[in-house]
């Protein structure tokens, strides 16, 4: 929501109204019929100066921006659709140049009520912050910014590195205050498994989940070097990402280590 109200902010340099509203609607039969039923739905809206449909088209992909660098990293919209999708969810723009932008986050509702669990009831749901400390590698810095933010937030301790050569410095002088090793795939030098198998000959304690935009990277081509080390798309939904990094410190993954057998 914080994301789509500055998104309208910076697309009124002379000022101009933001509305944002809630509601309940139920999707009937139509044009995008595959989003039948009964869903919540966020709206906000400008009268800005709205986008040309090549860049509506555009603007759900990660890293998408018409920023200029340093002001926007276009992971906005794209972490928006990942959470609304992951929820069952949708988002739709409709925007015009001159004529501003309304962009709408749909939820499914649930049926049944959310009533808060009886005094005395075990709560099964796990923390998802804690404070171990959490090395993030990707040779995108502003991938390296956002994603340390978020931990930080969490409560994590966080060492950046924008290379693998970076990373196994830091290795070599911290490893053992390092309880974690997040890592994108494809940098120049050295790939994130490649990286892993280094930084875990170094430190076998430290765990590792690897990350990267391209879902194939987590399986087929690179399963020769893929060690017991855990995988999640970019981008990946906040809470997605919180979840596994919890587990994984955890050990409660259910990592199965004869994946690794040939
Ligand atoms: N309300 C809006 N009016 C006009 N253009 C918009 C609006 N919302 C989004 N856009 C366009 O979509 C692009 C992508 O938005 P998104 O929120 O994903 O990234 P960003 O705002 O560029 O970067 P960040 O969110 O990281 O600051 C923007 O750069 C802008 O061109
Ligand atoms: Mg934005």
Redesign the pocket.
């Known amino acids: 929501m914080t ?2 109200v ?3 902010r ?2 009124m340099p002379n000022g101009g109204t933001i509305t944002i509203k809630t509601d309940s609607i139920v999707l009937r039969e139509n044009k995008a019929s595959r989003n039948l039923g009964p869903y919540v739905r966020l709206s ?1 809206t ?1 009268d ?4 040309p449909p090549d ?1 509506v088209e555009r ?2 992909e990660p890293f ?4 200029p660098v340093g ?8 972490a928006i659709l990942a959470d609304a999708k992951n929820a069952g969810g949708f988002v739709t723009v409709d ?1 015009h140049v001159g004529g501003g ?1 309304e ?1 709408c986050v749909h939820w499914p509702q649930v049926e049944g009520t959310t009533e808060p669990a009886d005094a005395g009831v075990e709560c099964v749901s796990h923390p998802t912050g804690g404070d171990e400390t959490i090395l993030v590698c990707d040779d995108e810095a502003v991938v390296v910014d956002v994603v340390a933010g978020l931990l930080k937030t969490l409560g994590y301790s966080v060492i950046c590195a924008t290379s693998p050569n970076e990373a196994i410095e830091t290795v070599v002088a911290h490893g053992a205050r390092i309880s974690l090793l997040l890592t994108d795939v494809m940098m120049p030098d050295m790939n994130g498994y490649e990286l892993a198998a280094e930084v875990t000959r170094l430190h076998p304690d430290i765990r590792v989940i690897l990350t990267s935009g391209n879902a194939q990277d987590g399986s087929a081509g690179l399963a020769d070097m893929n060690g017991p080390f855990e995988f999640i798309q970019k981008p990946a939904p906040h809470d997605v990402l919180a979840r596994l990094i919890r587990d994984v410190l955890d050990d409660r993954t259910g990592i199965d280590l004869s994946l690794n057998v040939r």
Do not use: H, P, Q, R
């Open positions: 994301n789509l500055l998104n309208s910076d697309a906000v400008d800005g100066n709205g986008m860049v603007v759900f998408f921006t018409t920023k002001e926007g990293t276009g992971l906005g919209l794209s925007s932008t962009i």
